[in-house]
């Protein structure tokens, strides 16, 4: 085996993480739930604002919510009776910065 394929194979995403990876990817392919991710890109918010942000109903942003919570994607914080969502890290914020770059490029 070459060096070159060696190496390559020394970097190579393990099956586990690529199907992890792949999960993430999932959990985003949607319309909607990347709307929702670029606004708390932006900004913390509740979901009554995500959902005029977004144009649909408070129960479909709770819906999509309740998808990228389990993916661990966002993160919620509980003020009396008021939720506020976050993105869960700042990685998720790069995915979509570079997706919008991508466009522009395109």
Do not use: N, W
């Amino acid at each position: 085996m070459s060096s070159a394929i060696e190496e390559i194979e020394r970097e190579l995403v393990s099956a586990i993480d690529g199907d992890r990876l792949a999960q993430t990817f999932k959990a985003i392919a949607d319309p909607t739930r990347v709307r929702i991710l670029h606004a708390l890109a932006l900004a913390e918010l509740p979901v009554c604002d995500i959902a005029r942000l977004v144009q649909t109903s408070e129960s479909a942003v709770s819906h999509q919510l309740s998808l990228l919570r389990a993916a661990q994607i966002v993160r919620r914080r509980k003020i009396g009776r008021h939720v506020f969502y976050a993105l869960d890290d700042t990685h998720i914020r790069g995915l979509i910065e570079v997706g919008l770059a991508h466009l522009a490029h395109s």
